[in-house]
């Protein structure tokens, strides 16, 4: 599976839209972007995934480059509730048993 | 529909104790899968499973061992407990099958702390 670069951390303000970056440089043609955050040490929760159309659903964007080699995910209002750990999660669809999380982005929504 | 279920909650072992942490999902996923995350760190996987009667080893399986004899259950063996076992452990189930692959859903966690 593609390694993924993911800022470390990043703060927002409370109901603004958050831009979450992911770089995915090696991401092979069978391999969809996944997104998946953990709130406070809570399991981690499915936010989205896409191939290389931009996607959108109830909780949030994906946005992916052209060459999809880097994506953004967009939480067009944050809330309070929105801070936790972002994971951007490279893998073809296939091997399941591969979703590997590396240490994500820290998001903190302040007030 | 209760998901993935995990007991128990939180556990304290002493050191060269066993135990056996339970999972149990109801949505006839056949993949389940169990990580453990460290502090600050992200999740590894431990071991995982494709069906009833399957499983394989992922990332960290050493001091582990686990058994898939139904589809809903995945229960995850810890023979003599060590310090290094101290961490969150998360199970997982997902489908995948039939032109069909489901986003990855799991459990609340079990805290292990072993001293």
């Known amino acids: 599976d593609a390694k993924t670069t993911q800022p470390t951390s990043m703060d927002c303000a409370e109901g603004r839209a958050a831009n979450l970056p992911c770089n995915h440089s090696?991401?092979?043609?069978?391999?969809?972007v996944y997104w998946y955050r953990q709130i406070h040490s809570q399991g981690p929760q499915y936010i989205i995934h896409g191939l290389k159309n931009n996607e959108t659903n109830e909780m949030a964007s994906l946005i992916i480059t052209e060459d999809r080699k880097s994506s953004t995910l967009i939480l067009p209002h944050a809330t309070l509730r929105d801070t936790a750990v972002y994971y951007c999660i490279v893998r073809a669809r296939s091997n399941d048993y591969k979703l590997s999380f590396g240490a994500g982005t820290t998001v903190t929504v302040r007030a | 529909n209760a998901g993935v279920t995990q007991t128990p909650k939180f556990r304290i072992l002493k050191i060269g104790q066993s135990m056996t942490l339970q999972c149990a999902q109801d949505m006839n996923h056949n993949y389940m899968y169990w990580y453990r995350q460290d502090p600050g760190m992200g999740l590894k996987l431990i071991y995982y499973s494709v069906g009833a009667g399957i499983t394989d080893k992922g990332e960290v399986p050493n001091g582990y061992n686990v058994s898939r004899s139904t589809t809903e259950d995945f229960p995850l063996r810890l023979e003599l407990a060590a310090p290094s076992q101290t961490s969150v452990y998360f199970c997982?189930?997902?489908?995948?099958?039939?032109?069909?692959?489901?986003?990855?859903?799991f459990g609340q966690g079990t805290r292990l702390t072993v001293v």
């Open positions: 997982a189930s997902s489908y995948s099958g039939r032109g069909l692959n489901t986003e990855a859903f």
């Open positions: 090696t991401i092979s043609g069978n391999e969809y």
